[in-house]
């Protein structure tokens, strides 16, 4: 019998790439996007979040074997934290009883290198409190100070600082969840088109992610480590943030980061 597996932000880039890849290896994918997919849910929103979960639910049976949370934004906006931060702990956390009805559950996001970028703390510890009302206010604020390039990085450090926190609970690993992340570095999606298509953005993604291997990637190299994370042999593997970016983590911040 096949798997049953979620992935979100499926209609494009990097969560597109996974789903292909998990349904030629003969899973059963069930994909979450505002177009385009089974689901079709707005996960910036909790009703959106909660509809999104409930037709998981409902398609499942209330059984899911995996989940490989790929929606985001880079909007430099409110959206980011909404969409990136709570956007995948909430639909994590709504599913979490069925993965732990799988005789093997595994869980995968997407982080990013950025998450090792200038944040704003206060923005990140609401996130951490599970707070949004306080910390959409706080990134609305921050947003007008013309501070919204750390709306992005603060969505996905406190998206890795969650992961760390909850992977190792027993919510998640004594109920034999898996729960890892990766952090890409510049991938060729969507996303990063507008960038991409100027020398000055160029430019600034050379300096922000220093790569020393293999450049910027295609989404299918960071959808096979999130393909390999959700296998059914990955059993020992949780809280860990797997860096795909050419060494560019170790560049930033080399040895100190041990």
């Known amino acids: 019998m096949p798997r049953q597996v979620v992935v979100t932000g499926a209609a494009s880039g ?44 409902e398609r499942t049976g209330g059984v899911v074997d995996a989940v490989v949370a790929c929606a985001g934004t880079s909007s430099l906006s409110p959206q980011d934290i909404t969409v990136n931060f709570f956007g995948v702990v909430e639909i994590l956390e709504g599913l979490r009883p069925a993965l732990a009805e799988a ?79 990766v952090g890409p570095g510049v991938v060729c ?16 993604m050379k300096r922000a992610v220093p790569s020393k291997l293999g450049g910027w990637m295609e989404p299918e190299v960071i959808a096979d480590v999130l393909v390999w994370l959700v296998r059914p042999g990955n059993t020992h593997t949780t809280a860990q943030l797997i860096f795909i970016d050419g060494g560019a983590e170790a560049v930033v911040r080399g040895e100190e980061a041990f």
């Open 189 to 204: 999606t969507p996303m990063t088109a507008e960038l991409r298509s100027s020398a000055q953005g160029r430019a600034m």
């Open 14 to 57: 990097i969560g597109a790439a996974t789903a292909a890849m998990l349904t030629a290896q003969g899973d059963e994918v069930i994909r979450v996007d505002q177009r385009n997919a089974d689901i079709v849910a707005d996960l910036s929103a909790r009703g959106g979040r909660a509809q999104a979960v409930a037709g998981v639910l």
């Open 103 to 181: 005789s093997a559950p595994r869980v995968a996001v997407t982080a990013s290198i950025s998450s090792t970028q200038q944040t704003d703390p206060d923005v990140v510890a609401a996130c951490l409190d599970l707070d949004e009302q306080r910390a959409v206010a706080i990134a609305q604020k921050v947003h007008a100070e013309g501070r919204g390039n750390q709306l992005y990085a603060s969505s996905k450090n406190a998206l890795a600082r969650w992961l760390r926190r909850t992977a190792i609970t027993d919510e998640w690993a004594a109920a034999g969840i898996p729960l890892n992340a």
